[in-house]
């Protein structure tokens, strides 16, 4: 306890208790009429500096165990409430497995986040379970402490939403629910301002987002068609190339087992070269190229 015994009861009767109903200036009593030999929980609470303690004790020179009288009003003016430390729920979002959380984490930690909640996954997944979870423990601890300021802080707008609508919505419900949004970097670093022209830049970069999504995409999808008109499907390299599969079905023809027939071949590029391929990928290539006289025998 910070405050000394007498300081620590000087402080508690400057409120009247919840409990027993005791006046400022007085100590607490028990049912039985008497001086409480410790102030009831919900009197000492309302102290700042107190409100971690188990129990605070009655001074002797205030008669625990005597009869209760009240005493007179405390002429002591009294201290006035800190301001409330906020308590920061961090969340870190990156969309492939390959990607690295890591300097996400770092700057939530930096930005000293109670608790930080982090996933892989796209945001074409429009349940997040971590995104969830940060929202309802930031709700849950509004709840609890109506007075307390909680953050959700991210590291950029882009990791909370799928596109604008869903951004916009998001931020309104935060506000509903009494929470603040926090960005680390970009052009609205700092606590967002739902009013006036934060508001404003916040919708615009909302949709400049979205678009930059669907840019990526677009490039993509082009990129793809590309190289599917070119011969190139993607997916892995063909372990079985045109050579190893008419030599394959030559042996084939003559009923060699396939395990034989496998055994005989020899992959000629990537990371398995030198290897004989698996029988499963020789019945697949031999499959995935058969003519339709032989796919009908």
């Not at 009831?40 to 004790?57: G, I, K, Q, W, Y």
Request: charged content about 25%; aromatic content about 4%.
């Amino acid at each position: 306890m910070e405050l000394a015994p007498d300081q620590a009861a000087d402080a508690v009767e400057r409120h009247d208790c919840p409990k027993c109903e005791a006046s400022a200036g007085s100590p607490c009593r028990t049912r039985g009429g008497r001086t409480a030999t410790k102030y009831h929980t919900a009197r000492f609470t309302l102290v700042p500096s107190l409100r971690e303690e188990l129990d605070v004790t009655v001074p002797d020179d205030r008669g625990p165990g005597r009869p209760w009288t009240p005493r007179p009003p405390t002429t002591t003016a009294p201290t006035p409430a800190p301001t409330a430390t906020a308590i920061r729920i961090g969340y870190a979002r990156c969309s492939t497995a390959q990607q690295d959380l890591a300097s996400q984490i770092e700057a939530l930690q930096a930005a000293y986040c109670k608790r930080i909640f982090s996933e892989k996954i796209s945001t074409r997944i429009k349940v997040r379970p971590e995104l969830e979870g940060a929202l309802r423990l930031a709700r849950d601890i509004k709840q609890a402490a109506p007075d307390q300021p909680v953050i959700l802080t991210v590291h950029e707008l882009k990791r909370l939403a799928r596109n604008a609508a869903e951004l916009m919505t998001m931020s309104a419900a935060l506000q509903a629910d009494g929470l603040q949004l926090e960005l680390l970097t970009g052009p609205l670093t700092g606590i967002y301002d739902p009013h006036g022209m934060g508001s404003m830049l916040f919708a615009i970069l909302a949709v400049a987002a979205q678009l930059d999504r669907n840019y990526i995409r677009e490039k993509t999808l082009e990129g793809q068609q590309t190289a599917a008109a070119r011969g190139n499907h993607g997916g892995r390299p063909k372990v079985i190339d045109d050579d190893m599969l008419v030599f394959a079905r030559a042996l084939k023809d003559r009923g060699i087992p396939m395990p034989k027939i496998a055994g005989k071949l020899t992959i000629k590029t990537g990371k398995n070269a030198g290897k004989h391929p698996s029988v499963a990928s020789l019945y697949r290539a031999l499959a995935d190229n058969a003519t339709p006289s032989a796919a009908a025998r």
